[in-house]
């Protein structure tokens, strides 16, 4: 099988491809200075090796994060882990700042205590930062615009307690959405989580019950009554979700996309998503505007 080539912009910072533009291990810049120059609509892209955290102050703002788009006033903070198809369009009077840190930095600080290990790894937007969190972006950018002694360690701590403060403010806004989780929603919690994993491996329903610890039957009922479909009809709405994403994001050619995502028969993947969109994925494709298109015909 060929490598995936995704066409989707690949930035080190949005619009540049080339070295990083700073020699620190933090980049700063307010959200006019970026946005202006692309007058105020930043198209979709992704960066490979950089972690985000957009704070918006002051105008309205859409936001794009993989195939999910809703409104946000201010004051909002945008967590945007590497590689997170993202993309935004402001308000002209816009105010706030984005933040630019290696992702292996952020994993490396965070995975270091068990209590943060593996956090901040999804996208999220939280409606209302608190003063915590506020203050803790503004103490990154007090010291980041110093030059002074020991500038590098108390960039590490600034940074360290801006994550703490990302950590607590994206779970106060996970819980406030869902109530704690019962038997039933816990296994179907970390069967979402499996599916991730194992999704594009055609995995049987036997696998998933057994790494669960429950009955194939008992992992059916729990899907059906939490997640509204059978096992394996979650497994193909996350199959036939990542195959949308491949034809509207990507130029591989339906044969391709088929193959990585675990089909051994092109056919067969074309039937099985004609079912799940109700059209081939050919016709999909034609329906939807490439946003790289856009971006070239702008150029």
Do not use: C
Not at 31 to 43: E, N, Q
Not at 49 to 73: C, D, K, N, P
């Amino acid at each position: 099988m060929s490598e995936i080539v995704s066409p989707v912009p690949v930035y080190a910072l949005y619009g540049e491809k080339s070295e990083l533009p700073f020699a620190d291990r933090l980049h700063w810049e307010t959200l006019a200075s970026r946005s202006s120059l692309h007058d105020f609509h930043i198209s979709p892209h992704r960066h490979e090796q950089l972690f985000q955290v957009l704070h918006l102050t002051r105008g309205v703002a859409e936001v794009t994060l993989e195939s999910s788009t809703r409104t946000i006033a201010p004051p909002a903070v945008i967590i945007v882990p590497a590689l997170t198809i993202h993309a935004y369009r402001f308000d002209r009077d816009v105010g706030g700042t984005v933040l630019t840190l290696f992702e292996a930095d952020v994993r490396a600080m965070l995975d270091a205590h068990a209590e943060t290990a593996g956090s901040l790894a999804t996208p999220t937007i939280i409606v209302k930062a608190d003063v915590a969190l506020t203050q803790a972006i503004a103490s990154l950018l007090d010291e980041a615009g110093r030059h002074s002694e020991a500038r590098g360690l108390a960039l590490s701590g600034r940074v360290s307690m801006l994550l703490a403060e990302l950590v607590r403010a994206s779970r106060r806004a996970v819980a406030a959405n869902q109530p704690a989780p019962q038997p039933a929603v816990r296994h179907a919690q970390a069967f979402q989580r499996l599916v991730e994993q194992e999704f594009t491996r055609q995995q049987p329903l036997a696998f998933y019950a057994a790494a669960l610890g429950i009955t194939p039957s008992h992992l059916n009922r729990t899907a059906n009554a939490v997640l509204g479909a059978s096992a394996m009809a979650v497994v193909e709405r996350r199959v036939m979700h990542e195959a949308r994403r491949f034809l509207v994001f990507t130029t591989m050619p339906v044969k391709q996309i088929a193959y990585a995502l675990g089909y051994t028969d092109p056919a067969y993947f074309s039937r099985a998503f004609s079912r799940s969109a109700g059209m081939p994925p050919e016709r999909f494709r034609a329906q939807r505007t490439h946003p790289v298109a856009q971006d070239r015909a702008r150029a």
